[in-house]
């Protein structure tokens, strides 16, 4: 349907049978007659060419199609609400939507319990939802607006990625608490000679920092286990004398989970910055760009977790 003329107002109605699944719940929230809701419900299926809403033995169930709408028809009213009245203030607390977020594993855990904790208290109508990282496609995932926001450690961007520093990152060992080689020291020719984990997020065996660090001195490190999640790592750590290289934070949060020890690295490595970056397109979004306030905010405020050494 290549030039689509609908009353906004039938916008507004889609997004209620969105939110409330059922056409008597959408008139009550809207304050209109069923029959009426059912009547703008005809003239988006004559519009669309597409059922939007399929009945269900537990209501009206979207269709792939206005799964693919509903988030351009969010942003659309709430850019237009924000445009008609520069001087109403955004209401995070009668908000409604969704916010998809991108990071990889080891940074869910650092940000998600702090920017869940923030929409439960301030934002309780707003639905979240993670998804893995893909470096090789986040930048794309972010301009065609399939996803909101991500954070992490990124290279050089686009000139339309928005970043923003949330805090600084450096990176810590670990052994499990009795390993019969390591004491609470660890030597540059032990680190070598004895095996490591690596983390693969992407899958694959990759090198990084700190076998950059090691070729600069000569020296490289034997990897006997490649795993590709954070989860697994540390309770791997715990029942072989493997060494594990990763970023402080965890390393912490892992030590309350298994008997190891957190170490210094017998290197130096670089710290690296943790961001949150977004597209241009989805800048000046009312709902996005309070999100990424309060996240910058509370991240200043509180810190992300177990950073004694930062």
């Not at 008609?84 to 607390?93: I, K, L, M, V």
């Not at 999640?229 to 402080?248: G, K, M």
């Amino acid at each position: 349907m290549a030039n689509i003329s609908i009353d906004l107002n039938l916008y507004r109605i889609f997004q209620a049978l969105m939110r409330e699944g059922k056409v008597s719940a959408a008139a009550d929230a809207l304050g209109l007659s069923q029959p009426a809701v059912s009547h703008a419900l005809a003239k988006l299926r004559a519009a669309f060419g597409d059922p939007l809403f399929v009945r269900t033995r537990h209501g009206m169930k979207p269709t792939s199609r206005a799964m693919e709408m509903a988030d351009a028809i969010d942003r659309g009213l709430a850019i237009l609400a924000s445009t008609q009245n520069n001087q109403a203030a955004f209401d995070p607390g009668k908000a409604r939507g969704r916010i998809r977020l991108v990071m990889a594993d080891d940074t869910q855990a650092l940000v998600l319990p702090l920017v869940t904790a923030l929409l439960e208290r301030e934002a309780p109508g707003i639905q979240l939802e993670t998804y893995k990282l893909d470096p090789d496609s986040v930048f794309e995932d972010l301009e065609s607006a399939r996803r909101d926001l991500a954070f992490g450690a990124f290279p050089a961007s686009p000139t339309s990625i928005y970043r923003q520093n949330l805090y600084r990152e450096h990176f810590a060992c670990v052994v499990r608490q009795d390993h019969p080689r390591i004491g609470e020291s660890l030597t540059l020719d032990l680190y070598t000679q004895v095996p490591h984990i690596l983390i693969c997020p992407l899958g694959r065996p990759t090198k990084g920092l700190v076998d950059d660090a090691l070729a600069k001195k000569g020296r490289r490190r034997s990897v006997a286990h490649y795993v590709p999640e954070f989860l697994a790592a540390p309770l791997i750590v715990e029942r072989t004398d493997f060494i594990l290289t990763l970023s402080n934070r965890i390393a912490h949060l892992m030590a309350r989970m298994a008997a190891i020890k957190i170490l210094e690295p017998p290197i130096e490595l670089p710290s690296y910055p943790v961001d949150q970056i977004w597209h241009g397109t989805t800048h000046h979004d009312p709902l996005l760009s309070w999100f990424r306030r309060r996240v910058y905010a509370v991240f200043r405020e509180e810190g992300p977790p177990e950073a004694p050494c930062a």
